[in-house]
């Protein structure tokens, strides 16, 4: 064990739960370097000070416009820059739109979150948006919408119009960002997590790990995230999906215990946000997922879909948080 990480070891106040802001890189580079039980052990005593640990936070999400994106996420389908066959659709309707997420409700989900593939919404397209969200609001659940750069006019829109949630992540560390994406800077992206923050929007953002990024960059990615002046209430932390015909397709996937440490390091430094075992989980045995739970992730998708690629089907997801003695958080 690092010097670092014994020091961390002796201080009690490191399960506390408290919140802080001003996490080192130092800090939680040896947090990750914490053997497996002894990070485990932490992140599930930072965990029951603030969550049940058998309730998990159930979304559902839905594409409401598809493809032909113009930015170049290296990990992304729907970008025009890679042939990955993913079709190209107009935004939906709002009625298609609420008639999915009354669905939704019934099958469980408690937030629905819809997801469009641009770089950032024309204010006519806000307008059919902020219908969705109003629609949706309307039966019950709570609101989430991912659709690329605000402004904080926009953010405000959408804040008048009841969006509970808004989901911007930065994806990886500062360092790595501009190996996966050229076409917006990550000033860009804290600049749009400040305008929803301003507006009042609970913040969703995290990152996707093995694309291919060092140790160091998991350690960058989740200073970033601890060290913003709010915590994100929502943390995703997605395993990429390998996509045919974009540039990652072809990497090395990243080791399930370093996926888990990942979350398990979220989960301390950001001891009250949710935490989203998100993207990937089709390619996760029962088990890897099992650990991601007992490192703290409290929220997953549902659904067979995310936006374009695949996830679990309910049925498996519903048998396996039986077989964990799980229950959807309401
Ligand atoms: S991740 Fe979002 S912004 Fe990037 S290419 Fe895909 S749809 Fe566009």
Not at 281 to 309: H, V, W
Request: proline fraction near 6%; glycine fraction near 8%; include cysteine.
């Amino acid at each position: 064990m690092s010097v670092a990480a014994v020091e961390i070891a002796a201080d009690p106040a490191d399960v506390s739960g408290l919140v802080r802001h001003d996490w080192t890189r130092e800090e939680v580079r040896a947090l990750f370097a914490l053997p497996f039980p002894e990070l485990i052990f932490r992140a599930q005593a930072v965990h029951r000070r603030h969550f049940d640990p058998t309730e998990v936070q159930i979304s559902t999400l839905l594409s409401i416009k598809t493809g032909g994106c113009p930015e170049d996420c290296a990990y992304c389908p729907q970008s025009v820059h890679y042939d990955t066959g993913v079709k190209p659709e107009k935004l939906m309707s709002v009625a298609a739109v609420v008639a999915e997420a009354r669905a939704a409700k019934a099958a469980g989900a408690s937030r629905f979150c819809m997801g469009a593939a641009w770089r950032e919404p024309k204010d006519r397209d806000l307008d059919k948006v902020c219908a969705m969200v109003a629609g949706v609001k309307a039966i019950g659940l709570e609101t989430c919408a991912t659709l690329g750069m605000l402004t904080g006019s926009q953010a405000q829109r959408l804040s008048s119009a009841g969006l509970d949630y808004y989901n911007h992540n930065l994806d990886t560390s500062p360092e790595y960002y501009g190996a996966i994406i050229t076409t917006r800077t990550y000033r860009d992206r804290l600049d749009t997590l400040a305008h929803v923050r301003d507006a009042g929007i609970h913040v969703c953002c995290g990152g996707i790990v093995g694309m291919g990024e060092r140790a160091e960059d998991r350690v960058g990615m989740i200073t970033t995230l601890a060290t913003l002046p709010v915590h994100p209430e929502s943390v995703p932390i997605n395993m990429l999906v390998r996509v045919e015909g974009t540039p990652l397709a072809t990497g090395e996937p990243i080791d399930p215990i370093d996926f888990v440490r990942t979350i398990a390091v979220a989960r301390i430094t950001m001891p009250k946000s949710v935490v989203r075992l998100s993207a990937g989980r089709e390619d996760m045995r029962e088990e890897t997922q099992a650990l991601c739970f007992l490192a703290g992730a409290n929220s997953i998708f549902y659904g067979p879909k995310l936006l374009t690629t695949p996830n679990p089907e309910r049925d498996h997801d519903l048998r396996l948080m039986d077989k964990l003695g799980l229950v959807p958080m309401r």
